[in-house]
Nanobody, 123 residues
Framework: QLQASGGGLVQAGGSLRLSCSDSGRTFSRYATGWFRQAPGNEREFVAVISWSGSVSSYADSVKGRFTIARDNAKNTVYLQMNSLKPEDTAVYYC??????????????????WGQGTQVTVSS
């Protein structure tokens, strides 16, 4: 199962790094990414990285501020979040999908979900 961690409370302009780990042996064969859900909103895509680590994709709202990376030797995917804004406040969920493609990384295509981790950005 996917395990997300690293959330917390931070002031606007600050940084956090989320981690998503999996003890499963096939972790490196999944495209892995992050979604987030704010109260009253639908769960939305944030970022995804291919299982090889060579391709990544971001939501427009986080481009230039967030960076996704993975270390398959540690079965872990990271989301470095810089220049955080109050509108980034949400529960962040890691997600895995079989295969290497990062295209159409949408909720209905996800094979595995991790539990959420709360990120709160104060103004």
């Amino acid at each position: 199962q996917l395990q997300a961690s690293g959330g917390g409370l931070v002031q606007a302009g600050g940084s956090l790094r989320l981690s998503c780990s999996d003890s499963g042996r096939t972790f490196s064969r999944y495209a892995t990414g992050w979604f987030r859900q704010a109260p009253g909103n639908e769960r939305e895509f944030v970022a995804v990285i291919s299982w090889s680590g060579s391709v990544s994709s971001y939501a427009d709202s986080v481009k230039g501020r967030f960076t996704i990376a993975r270390d398959n030797a540690k079965n872990t995917v990271y989301l470095q979040m810089n220049s955080l804004k109050p509108e980034d406040t949400a529960v962040y969920y890691c997600a895995g999908r079989k295969g290497d493609s990062v295209q159409f990384f949408v909720r209905r295509s996800i094979n595995y979900w991790g539990q959420g981790t709360q990120v709160t950005v104060s103004s």
